[in-house]
């Protein structure tokens, strides 16, 4: 693959620690893109899940490695945890072989936006109902994402596709749906509410970019189920990119935000 190149490179949820990350294939991206600016939007490291069924994979090491190994580079590395790695909420302010290490970040694109960037988890307890339904739909989540990589790992070895099970059913439940536009809303509404014109998030695994009572919400997805990013061109656009075996496939958004700027 050539490399492309980049003003500012999004990317969240990778899991490493846990089976369903797949870290060999971000780092086939990694490889094959690059960037002034690289924010790792939180649950980078499952923490979480590794406290219970720890899954560290010499893929995984890898990955670490090429971070730091960007992060000591001339591209500037920002890690702003998650739920899955809070414990390094504690680490705020500081850096990490190079990596800086903060709870949000301010980010304005070349076009002029501003856009809030944050894992996401912050806005849980304003759209969480609590209920033993959302209890029990987060433990079948994580079960079925693990079924997932051993159904997939089958599917390779006769020449089939990657195809995520987990994201075709969870498209298909309304309570699913439901929460995820709550989350879609509450995000734009809490960035709005600050004066910024969008949020840049991960946190609940589905990438998105749309325009929500004029604040522009972006989710850049994961790399578990989508594996996708969202990055900002020269000319301060952001794109959506995914990854695919072979080569990433890219998505314009909100193309008209340098004419918007300029017209303003």
Sequence with gaps: MTTKHFRTLWLSDVHLGAIQSRAADLSDFLSAVSADTIYLVGDIVDLERMKVKPTFLESHRAL????VAIAQGPTRVVYIPGNHDVEFRQMAGQSLFGVEIRLEAEHITEAGDRYLVFHGDALDAAIRKGTNLEKFASAAYTLLVETDVRFNA????????????ATRIKNRLKAANEYIERFENTAASYAGGRGFDG?????????CARDIDGVRYVNDG????????????????????????????????????RRRKLAA
């Design 64 to 67: 670490l490695g090429k971070l």
């Design 222 to 257: 994961d790399w578990v189920e989508h594996r996708s990013a969202v990055a900002e061109n020269a000319a301060g656009e952001l794109e959506l990119l995914r990854y695919r075996s072979g080569g990433i496939d890219l998505e314009p958004l909100f193309p008209d935000s």
């Design 199 to 207: 949020v840049i998030c991960g946190h609940i695994h589905r990438p």
């Design 154 to 165: 089958l599917r390779s070895r006769f020449g089939g596709r990657f195809s995520p099970l």
